[in-house]
């Protein structure tokens, strides 16, 4: 049987999918895509033991079928131009020809009896969103969360709704952050702890657009569907931390500092800061501000001075600069605030300027300076 179909079209889509299919596993399969003709579409899968991504694209074909194809099919489409190609099946062999103007090129396919069908998902309740909410929302907090397999749990992005937004957190317990968008006061109550690498896949498939999307939530397992796309995840066990009680409400310190001088100034003192800990230190002297960096055990040292506006009196912190960098690389405000109330407490972090329907808040815990 033969499949025509795009070229451009059909590596595109493969390669979104292929974000999610691992590079090794102990069940081979997973290293392939699953390609089905029916209804008059190709409809494309990859899926791995969290989660499941399925598309589908305009073809024309002579027959239904069901194969998984490898993913090296990849490597021979990447570097032909665009043009229809006919994807030839041996229903028999399963062998795969695929021709194009002047060349061809073949892969083995394998029988998709022991792929892994899709789980059938018995609906809490769902949301609507923009799908350019949700990738905003995961973007600005996935940097935060963490990447310890031992504790999953703050190593995901949690999504829950109040009555009026949609509240999107990150945590890995030394920084905190939190991205409060409004929904319209659309009805649709859900909570769920999405792992960092199905976040990641999220945030490389969703397009950024108006386009609304549906999130589904289960008990056990969740969809997101836009568009021609369905994707299925496990959600992560556990219950996760209360993030309203941790952040800070007495914070009266306020420091107004340039984004970009602050991000320049850590990434160049930082090179001399101890390797273990990435300490830096925040100095604030009337509305100077001097991050301060050094390595004792290699007598290396950095330091540079800016202008800020500071509602206080000298002041130092220690920080992890690396962290901090995560932090103020996600505000694309000109200008960042930092909120302290003791060196010992937690710091506030947010634009200078928040829209109207949108609140992005960062919380970092500060180092102990001697």
């Known amino acids: 049987m033969t499949i025509t179909i795009s070229k451009t079209a059909l590596l595109s889509r493969l390669q979104l999918l292929a974000k999610i299919i691992p590079a090794k596993s102990s069940t081979p399969i997973l290293c392939h895509f699953m390609l089905e003709t029916r209804d ?16 589908s694209l305009e073809c024309i ?9 490898p993913t090296s099919i990849l490597d021979g489409l990447k570097n032909l131009p665009e043009q229809p190609i006919d994807m030839i099946i041996n229903k028999d062999t399963r062998e795969i020809r695929i021709k194009y103007h002047g060349g061809k090129f073949e892969v083995m396919g394998y029988a998709p009896s022991t792929y892994p069908g899709k789980r059938s998902i018995e609906v809490l309740d769902s949301i609507s969103l923009r799908t350019e909410d949700l990738f905003y929302g995961i973007s600005k907090v996935i940097n935060l969360a963490g990447n310890d397999d031992i504790r999953p749990v703050i190593s ?8 009026e937004a949609v509240c999107f957190v990150g945590t890995d317990a030394h920084g905190m952050g939190l991205v409060r968008k409004g929904n319209g006061g659309q009805a649709g109550k859900i909570s769920v702890i999405i792992s960092r ?6 945030r490389a498939i969703l397009p950024v657009s108006s386009d609304n999307l549906e999130l589904r939530i ?16 496990r959600n992560v066990e556990g219950r996760f931390p209360n993030w309203r009680v941790v952040i800070p409400k007495g914070n009266k310190l306020e420091l107004l500092v340039d984004t970009k001088q602050l991000i320049g100034a850590i990434k160049r003192t930082s090179v001399f800061s101890n ?4 300490l830096i230190v925040l100095k604030i002297v009337r509305d100077k501000l001097t991050v301060f960096a050094q390595d004792i055990d290699f007598s290396t040292s950095a330091e540079e001075t800016m202008e ?7 002041f130092s912190i220690g920080v992890k600069g690396s962290l901090l960098l995560e932090i103020l690389s996600c505000i694309d405000d000109g200008r960042a605030r930092l909120t302290f109330s003791e060196p010992s407490r937690a710091i506030l972090i947010t634009p200078e300027s928040q829209s109207g329907n949108e609140e992005l808040t960062y919380l970092l815990m500060p180092i102990t300076i001697s």
Do not use: H, M
């Open 197 to 202: 690498p199905i976040a990641s896949v999220l």
């Open 218 to 233: 289960g008990a056990d397992w969740s969809d997101v569907i836009f568009n021609d796309y369905e994707i299925s995840f």
């Open 308 to 314: 800020a506006d500071f509602n206080g009196d000298d």
């Open 40 to 55: 008059g579409r190709l409809f494309v899968t990859g899926s791995n033991s969290e989660g499941r991504i399925t598309t």
């Open 156 to 163: 995901s992005v949690f999504i829950e709704t109040e009555p």
């Open 275 to 278: 390797k273990a800990s990435c």
């Open 61 to 69: 074909f002579d027959e239904e079928i069901s194969i998984c194809v």
